[in-house]
């Protein structure tokens, strides 16, 4: 997997609109596509992705911190942000795309710094406007729950090219 280093680097809407979004996410996993940037600074990259569910992988350090020296709240719902929503993109058919209307999270309790955490996002509903999933982060020692999520996705039509 590779993370892209400039805009040029990223798919265009036209290359998007001939994949379906699973397509896409594939094409992540397998280093065909480059993975979001914002992976590389925040420690977390796409680890799994099937129609409806989606795993990004990722561990929180000391640059994730707040002031108070605890994993920030941004972090938790950036994974949860990005699982919920690709879990979506997993089942857009192509010339389709998503972006994410609005998500909620639940911080359940502190990530510690080092600790390896699945965000795993689980769409509920994919319609021809509008997605619906739901989210968790676990760690992937333990299972032990941290945060749980929910999202609203819009599903958008790609100009064709």
């Not at 001939?18 to 940037?37: C, H, K, N, T, V």
């Not at 639940?106 to 996002?121: C, F, K, Q, S, Y």
């Not at 769409?123 to 982060?137: N, P, Q, W």
């Not at 941290?146 to 999202?151: D, I, K």
């Amino acid at each position: 997997m590779f993370f892209a280093d400039s805009p040029e680097q990223l798919p265009g809407a036209t290359d998007l609109a001939g994949m379906s979004g699973l397509e896409f996410l594939q094409g992540i996993l397998d280093g065909r596509l480059p993975a979001p940037p914002i992976g590389k600074p925040l420690n977390y990259s796409l680890f799994s992705a099937e129609s409806g569910r989606v795993i990004f992988r990722g561990t929180p350090d000391f640059d994730c911190c707040n002031p108070l020296g605890v994993v920030h709240g941004g972090w938790y719902g950036t994974l949860l942000d990005g699982a919920m929503a690709c879990a979506i993109q997993s089942m857009v058919p192509r010339g389709t795309t998503f972006t994410t209307l609005e998500y909620k999270i639940n911080i359940l309790r502190a990530i510690p710094l080092g600790v390896e955490v699945d965000a795993i996002g689980i769409s509920d509903h994919v319609g021809r406007s509008t997605g619906v999933a739901h989210g968790e982060i676990r760690g992937v020692d333990d299972d032990r729950l941290y945060a749980t999520g929910s999202t609203t996705c819009i599903v958008l039509d790609l100009p064709r090219g």
